[in-house]
């Protein structure tokens, strides 16, 4: 079987859903010389950086696509020149992203023989003879109110009419996204299948002395601090952790350290730490790369992870595979991935939550438990497993 793999999210750069395409397409190239893979890059956006880094199995062939050009003499007969005109209008409307999408991934798919065309994030082509295979990252448009602009419920709304039913096979990452797709959702649930996320082995306890004061030194993290990591936007709740904060700011020493950029609707979330007086008690560390963010999960006192709807949340297994105890909601799949080896809160307590990471801090049996229970949880999600499952599911289509 030859397998076509758009790789438009191949960078971590995206968050989770960037780490979740390089992990699982890593693993399939490393667990599978069956069946033969085509990568295929857009011409534009980060993920094209990226093109090489996976090459090495004779299986594996990486296409970049750009758009098809018009043939000059369009350009250069006066009574055809609207045709150029006319189509740079039509593609002022659509997105790129959809334009490659649609249009020039099924050209490539069909011109290199692909049996089947695995998107790791939401699209597939609507037209094309091969077999075609998606993963659904969220739902929150159905269960978060409000947390999107008019634009993206209007593209949901598109995905879920037009471009979703094209796909053979629905891959969900948690069973708590399954009923949720079927409570909320017109696709059939019989082609869908649970697949978990895994963590990579660079997140682990880390006993390097040195590699941990350089990536200290680097970030200037403070001796004792409560981790949040994720980019900032209501849905992620960072208000509601700003408040627990507040109450405990003169009983505790730590700083509150944020890793993550600024998504959207976020100003509301940064204006209230100074209305709380915790402005400078907070540290805001941009985007940490992958190569670092192991470093900054072993040096924090805890990890909280405070998200009204998480359909995995693949920081929270990272934070338990680095023995970094969290303290994460009690909410949509949260329970689910943790597995019992975190503290759970009420989203929307702060005292709750404020009281949680006192725990963490004051009573070191709760600490080390914490610990022991994330380290083995965390075992449990591999992307090999990830690997193995999806590759499953294709065959279920061959």
Not at 132 to 160: C, D, Q, S
Request: net charge positive.
């Amino acid at each position: 079987m030859k397998i076509g793999i758009m790789m438009q999210s191949c960078d971590e750069s995206m968050g989770g859903i960037g780490v979740y395409t390089r992990e699982v397409v890593r693993a399939l190239l490393k667990i599978d010389d069956e069946n033969a893979y085509v990568l295929i890059f857009p011409g534009f956006g980060r993920a094209r950086r990226h093109r090489g880094e996976l090459l090495g199995p004779k299986n594996v062939t990486e296409v970049e696509t750009y758009f098809p050009r018009l043939p000059a003499f369009l350009y250069s007969t006066r009574a055809l020149a609207w045709i150029p005109r006319l189509l740079k209008k039509v593609r002022a409307l659509v997105p790129v992203e959809t334009y490659w999408d649609q249009v020039v991934v099924p050209r490539v798919a069909r011109q290199y023989g692909a049996d089947l065309l695995f998107n790791p994030h939401l699209t597939v082509p609507i037209r094309g003879r091969f077999r075609k295979v998606t993963v659904l990252h969220a739902v929150e448009y159905h269960t978060v109110p409000n947390v999107y602009g008019w634009r993206m419920y209007v593209w949901w709304f598109i995905l879920e009419r037009m471009i979703m039913p094209a796909a053979d096979r629905l891959i969900s990452i948690s069973d708590l996204m399954t009923t949720d797709i079927r409570k909320h959702m017109s696709y059939p649930i019989s082609r869908v299948r649970r697949v978990y996320h895994g963590v990579s082995d660079k997140f682990r306890v880390e006993t390097d002395g040195a590699r941990l004061a350089r990536v200290r030194q680097q970030y200037a993290l403070p001796e004792r601090f409560v981790l949040f990591v994720g980019r900032l936007y209501p849905q992620k709740n960072f208000v509601t952790l700003a408040h627990a904060f507040a109450l405990i700011k003169d009983r505790i020493p730590h700083r509150l350290v944020v890793a993550g950029q600024p998504r959207y609707k976020y100003k509301g979330e940064l204006s209230i730490l100074d209305e709380l007086g915790i402005a400078d008690r907070v540290d805001f560390l941009d985007h940490v790369p992958n190569d670092d963010l192991p470093m900054v999960y072993n040096l924090a006192e805890c990890f909280v992870f405070p998200s009204l709807y998480e359909a995995f949340g693949l920081v929270l297994v990272e934070a338990m595979a680095c023995g970094c105890p969290v303290v994460a909601a009690n909410a949509a799949a949260i329970p689910e991935v943790a597995g019992g080896a975190a503290l759970l809160f009420d989203p929307l307590d702060a005292q709750e939550l404020a009281d949680a990471i006192l725990k963490i801090a004051f009573e070191p049996e709760v600490r080390r438990s914490l610990v022991e229970r994330g380290l083995a949880r965390a075992r449990e999600f591999t992307w090999e497993r990830t690997a193995r499952e999806t590759l499953q599911v294709f065959r279920e289509l061959a």
